[in-house]
């Protein structure tokens, strides 16, 4: 057998490029590649790219330049460097890449990576490839799976893709164009992942897509299942702790969701709800569909369905034409809902875009000075949820051994980091912990006492079904 080739991948963006750089992984194992951190003894190097917000495709092109010299390096010592460029720029911006780096071979957009093994040989044959057709086809079903020691050595939480694509078409966003209309995998599929992932002692799944709640696959009787439906379906396999689902729109929530929330213990109380304004005239140039009291009522269902439900959201300051009034909007809205955190963003042009070719640009300064009130106040509120978890016990899912020798940290139901001293056998379990003490971020806690962690032992051994 030939000597393992070396593949090093650098992803960039949201979950939904983590996920797929796993994928591009598992395609390429069956080539032979394994996974290395240094870029200098890569055989392939893959950029996987995101095109979201700011300057996306010059970072790209300054990477590529760094690569070039590695590329360059390795050709001197009669080694063959492949780069790829994988991800939104590539399937937006593909032939122009082609074009301006020569340093590339392949470039390949989010729907064609199935193809990784042919597009290579093509390269090596042919000189460079080029695909960013979007089949309709389940891309995922095609994609080798990953065997149980690459899933156990990605920890304990998994990603699984179930929805992908959107067809909302906000004005400032790129995603419509780059990965397509929505698509949602069959129920079928997605329980095969998930019970192939939790079989190799995955305990929590988030379910990603663009548009999660917009979910509409094919459910094992033919019809279309709502996400409230899959994560039913999901809650049964043996194994699985925790669901979570990103990212969603306030348009898509239905009944069967909030009903999943209120029945499904393993559904945890923690929903990504981006809003992105509170003013109704910036939401409507936005094309987002729906108002400020529309969002609030949304959040308000699903507080209804479940008391401890907590959010978090994405904003965008600076939309144009956005004013002072409009701003003001966005920071009550935020002073209504109470988050337990957000991501704010300053707005950027994407080209081809319908917001890009909108003329009353907000001055910098007014942004940067937006951005920092509404991200002191977002801090303030997350600070303030976190301090509330004082004095109180929460389960925590326990996933990896923390920085100081002895400390293993966790997550509870709304994403916060819990650290507890503790034996490392307790990672993949969920654990009461009394809550002793916070930063910013992060708590800290102990389990409860006894012999041996016997009273915790017996209490996890409830929680996690044996
Ligand atoms: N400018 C700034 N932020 C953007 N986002 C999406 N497009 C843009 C843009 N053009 C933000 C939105 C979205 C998040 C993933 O990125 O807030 O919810
Ligand atoms: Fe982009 Fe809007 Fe679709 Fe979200 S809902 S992916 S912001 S177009």
Same mark, same amino acid.
């Given at each position: 057998?030939?000597?393992?080739?070396?593949?090093?991948?650098? #992803?960039?963006?949201?979950?939904?490029?983590?996920?797929?750089?796993?994928?591009?992984?598992?395609?390429?194992?069956?080539?032979?590649?394994?996974?290395?951190?240094?870029?200098?003894?890569?055989?392939?190097?893959?950029?996987?790219?995101?095109?979201?917000?700011?300057?996306? @495709?010059?970072?790209?092109?300054?990477?590529?330049?760094?690569?070039?010299?590695?590329?360059?390096?390795?050709?001197?010592?009669?080694?063959?460097?492949?780069?790829?460029?994988?991800?939104?720029?590539?399937?937006?911006?593909?032939?122009?890449?082609?074009?301006?780096?020569?340093?590339?071979?392949?470039?390949?957009?989010? $729907?064609?990576?199935?193809?990784?093994?042919?597009?290579?040989?093509?390269?090596?044959?042919?000189?460079?490839?080029?695909?960013?057709?979007?089949?309709?086809?389940?891309?995922?079903?095609?994609?080798?799976?990953?065997?149980?020691?690459?899933?156990?050595?990605?920890?304990?939480?998994?990603?699984?893709?179930?929805?992908?694509?959107?067809?909302?078409?906000?004005?400032?966003?790129?995603?419509?164009?780059?990965?397509?209309?929505?698509?949602?995998?069959?129920?079928?599929?997605?329980?095969?992942?998930?019970?192939?992932?939790?079989?190799?002692?995955?305990?929590?799944?988030?379910?990603?897509?663009?548009?999660?709640?917009?979910?509409?696959?094919?459910?094992?009787?033919?019809? #279309?299942?709502?996400?409230?439906?899959?994560?039913?379906?999901?809650?049964?396999?043996?194994?699985?702790?925790?669901?979570?689902?990103?990212?969603?729109?306030?348009?898509?929530?239905?009944?069967?969701?909030?009903?999943?929330?209120?029945?499904?213990?393993?559904?945890?109380?923690?929903?990504?709800?981006?809003?992105? #304004?509170?003013?109704?005239?910036?939401?409507?140039?936005?094309?987002?569909?729906?108002?400020?009291?529309?969002?609030?009522?949304?959040?308000?269902?699903?507080?209804?369905?479940?008391?401890?439900?907590?959010?978090?959201?994405?904003?965008?300051?600076?939309?144009?034409?956005?004013?002072?009034?409009?701003?003001?909007?966005?920071?009550?809205?935020?002073?209504?809902?109470?988050?337990?955190?957000?991501?704010?963003?300053?707005? @950027?042009?994407?080209?081809?875009?319908?917001?890009?070719?909108?003329?009353?640009?907000?001055?910098?300064?007014?942004?940067?000075?937006?951005?920092?009130?509404? $991200?002191?106040?977002?801090?303030?509120?997350?600070?303030?949820?976190?301090?509330?978890?004082?004095?109180?016990?929460?389960?925590?899912?326990?996933?990896?051994?923390?920085?100081?020798?002895?400390?293993?940290?966790?997550?509870?139901?709304?994403?916060?980091?819990?650290?507890?001293?503790?034996?490392?056998?307790?990672?993949?379990?969920?654990?009461?912990?009394?809550?002793?003490?916070?930063?910013?971020?992060?708590?800290?806690?102990?389990?409860?006492?006894?012999?041996?962690?016997?009273?915790?032992?017996?209490?996890?051994?409830?929680?996690?079904?044996?």
């Amino acid at each position: 057998m030939s000597a393992p080739r070396k593949l090093h991948i650098k #992803s960039y963006g949201c979950q939904m490029n983590v996920y797929d750089a796993q994928r591009m992984v598992d395609t390429l194992a069956p080539e032979g590649f394994v996974e290395t951190a240094s870029v200098d003894d890569a055989d392939l190097v893959i950029l996987n790219t995101c095109h979201i917000r700011e300057k996306a @495709s010059e970072k790209v092109y300054s990477e590529l330049g760094r690569l070039r010299v590695a590329k360059d390096e390795a050709a001197r010592r009669d080694r063959r460097m492949d780069v790829v460029v994988a991800g939104c720029v590539a399937q937006a911006e593909g032939e122009e890449i082609i074009r301006r780096a020569p340093v590339v071979d392949v470039v390949v957009g989010p $729907q064609s990576y199935h193809n990784l093994p042919q597009l290579l040989a093509r390269a090596r044959t042919e000189g460079r490839a080029l695909d960013t057709e979007f089949p309709v086809e389940d891309k995922f079903a095609r994609l080798p799976q990953p065997k149980p020691a690459a899933i156990r050595a990605r920890g304990i939480s998994a990603f699984v893709t179930v929805q992908e694509g959107c067809d909302k078409f906000c004005t400032f966003c790129v995603v419509p164009y780059t990965r397509g209309a929505e698509v949602s995998r069959p129920v079928a599929r997605i329980v095969e992942d998930v019970t192939r992932l939790t079989e190799s002692g995955v305990r929590e799944i988030t379910l990603i897509g663009q548009n999660v709640n917009a979910y509409h696959g094919e459910g094992p009787d033919g019809r #279309s299942w709502t996400l409230g439906r899959l994560l039913h379906r999901l809650a049964a396999i043996p194994g699985i702790a925790r669901l979570r689902y990103s990212t969603s729109h306030p348009r898509d929530v239905d009944d069967s969701l909030l009903e999943a929330h209120r029945d499904i213990p393993a559904v945890m109380p923690y929903v990504h709800l981006p809003v992105q #304004s509170g003013s109704d005239r910036i939401l409507a140039a936005m094309n987002r569909r729906h108002t400020a009291a529309e969002y609030r009522h949304a959040i308000a269902r699903f507080r209804a369905h479940r008391a401890d439900i907590a959010f978090s959201s994405d904003f965008i300051v600076g939309f144009p034409g956005e004013t002072e009034e409009d701003f003001a909007a966005t920071l009550a809205l935020v002073g209504q809902i109470g988050y337990a955190g957000a991501y704010s963003f300053k707005y @950027s042009p994407r080209p081809g875009t319908p917001a890009a070719d909108m003329q009353e640009m907000v001055a910098p300064a007014t942004m940067d000075e937006r951005l920092a009130r509404l $991200q002191d106040l977002i801090d303030r509120q997350q600070h303030a949820f976190n301090r509330a978890a004082l004095g109180t016990t929460v389960d925590v899912l326990f996933e990896r051994t923390g920085r100081v020798p002895g400390q293993i940290v966790g997550r509870t139901p709304w994403l916060q980091p819990a650290h507890v001293m503790a034996s490392d056998d307790i990672i993949g379990q969920v654990l009461p912990v009394a809550i002793t003490g916070h930063e910013r971020y992060s708590l800290f806690g102990t389990l409860p006492a006894g012999p041996g962690h016997a009273a915790a032992g017996a209490r996890a051994a409830a929680l996690n079904g044996g």
